[in-house]
């Protein structure tokens, strides 16, 4: 089983940048396949970014965040990030950070993290 705890969200001024942690519990953090979903107030969540396990060789971006937003990997430190740049106001949202196992969480994964909120001023 594997916790995830996310931290670094707060409020920003649009155009600003700010970097998402999410550190994961257990010996096993690299064979796991890590991503960043968000919720935005009154919407469903949906996927953001996504990094394969490893090596994270691979990574995948939703539409709305490629170019903006980069996610990576530090097994030693058993955490993954999400640095986001040119923030925009529609950023805002609860982000989540997610594992999984088996595929690369881009619909679905199996351990969630509570959530850290972001707040993009106009």
């Known amino acids: 089983q594997v916790q995830l705890v996310e931290s670094g969200g707060g409020l920003v001024q649009a155009g600003g940048s700010m970097r998402l942690s999410c550190g994961a519990s257990?010996?096993?953090?690299?064979?796991?396949?890590m991503g960043w979903f968000r919720q935005a107030p009154g919407k469903e969540r949906v996927f953001v970014a996504a990094?394969?396990?490893?090596?994270?060789?691979?990574?995948r971006y939703a539409d709305s965040v490629k170019g903006r937003f980069t996610i990576s990997r530090d097994n030693a430190k058993n955490t993954v990030y999400l640095q986001m740049n040119s923030l925009k106001p529609e950023d805002t949202a609860v982000y989540y950070c997610a594992a999984d196992y088996s595929r690369m969480p881009i619909t679905q994964a199996t351990y969630w993290g509570q959530g850290t909120q972001v707040t993009v001023s106009s």
């Open positions: 257990g010996r096993t953090f690299s064979m796991y396949n």
């Open positions: 990094i394969s396990k490893n090596t994270g060789s691979a990574q």
